[in-house]
Each structure stands twice: as C-alpha cells, then as structure tokens.
C-alpha cells in the first residue's frame, strides 16, 4: 500500500508491548494527510474486538461496520508508527462522528486537550 488517510482503516500486523509476539489486527490512521505528504510512516491506533473493558482513552466503534470491521470492536489509545508498505490492505473508513471521539481520546491520552 502506498497511499493512505487520515481515518482509514486498514489490516497490519502489531507487535505486542512486550515484544513477545505479533499479531495481524484492524487499526485506524491517526496521522494528517500533511504528515503523509513525502513519508514513508503512517501513524496508527491499534483496534480490539476485545469490547468487555475500557480503559483510558479507548473507544467503543458505534458505527463498526461502516468502519469496514466484522466485529464490535474499540479503537484503543495503543499508537505505533508504522512503515506504510506494511499495511496489509485497507478495510474501510472510519466513520466521521467515531473518528471525531478518536481525536477527542488522543489529546486527553496526549495531554493536548
């Protein structure tokens, strides 16, 4: 994939906090079309299906199929910087009004609010 937005979702595969292994999972683009423009790297939020607890700055996907997603799922506050040639394929878009908490999320995360 050489082309990616703000608010794609797309498949990636995620190595664990602890480096102990990886894991092929949905996640949403979180970086401005700006910071695309002449990088190779994308920032993203990993995205759970894991929907039985919320901590700090997760959000629950009310618009999950729009999404481009199987499951109910959460957009975790979980960010990585990524190469874009490792994004496997896109899913889908988020949703406007989910995207909108999602940023709402991130500055609290990242003391920006």
Same mark, same amino acid.
């Given at each position: 994939?050489?082309?990616? +937005? ?17 894991? %092929? %999972? ?12 002449? %990088? ?12 039985? %607890? ?7 996907? +009310? ?40 940023? +709402? ?9």
């Amino acid at each position: 994939m050489t082309e990616c +937005n703000r608010g794609d979702v797309v498949l990636i595969s995620f190595i664990f906090s602890d480096e102990t292994g990886v894991k %092929r %999972r949905p996640a949403v683009i979180i970086s401005s079309n700006v910071f695309h423009s002449g %990088r190779d790297e994308a920032i993203i939020a990993a995205i759970t299906s894991r929907t039985d %607890r919320a901590l700090v700055g997760d959000h629950r996907i +009310n618009d999950w199929r729009g999404a481009g997603l199987l499951f109910p799922s959460v957009a975790t506050s979980v960010i990585r910087t990524v190469k874009q040639s490792m994004i496997a394929r896109r899913l889908g878009s988020m949703p406007s009004p989910d995207m909108e908490i999602i940023n +709402n999320k991130m500055r609290l995360v990242l003391g920006l609010a």
